[in-house]
């Protein structure tokens, strides 16, 4: 499975920014496909996730503000981001959950950086 993002940029406080990742390969092997996002000195930390059946998931800290979409015909997951917060500065990679042999496995993309300026 390769993912491929794209999106993020610099923004000021209050903005918005899209980011999108579109799957390929094995996407038969794969089903939530989301966000995850890591600021220097942090862990990496779930951002959003969604399932091929639409379920969805988001931290604390972006519910109301971020929107996680999906096509399943295309195998893409696009992320609007809203009301950008400093805080919300972070590098973010595009993550697919495997399934059936495949569960437990994580697939990542390259990160893409979102700047938030104040």
């Known amino acids: 499975v390769q993912l491929q993002a794209s999106g993020g940029g610099l923004v000021q406080a209050g903005g918005s920014l899209r980011l999108s990742c579109a799957a390929s390969?094995?996407?038969?092997?794969?089903?939530?496909i989301g966000w995850y996002r890591q600021a220097p000195g942090n862990q990496r930390e779930l951002v959003a996730l969604i399932s091929s059946s639409g379920s969805t998931s988001y931290a604390d800290s972006v519910k109301g503000r971020f929107t996680i979409s999906r096509d399943n015909a295309k195998n893409t997951v696009s992320m609007q981001m809203n009301s950008l917060k400093p805080e919300d500065t972070a590098v973010y990679y595009c993550n697919a959950k495997g399934v059936g042999v495949h569960y437990g496995v994580d697939y990542w993309g390259k990160g893409t950086q979102v700047t938030v300026s104040s």
């Open positions: 390969g094995s996407t038969f092997s794969i089903d939530a």
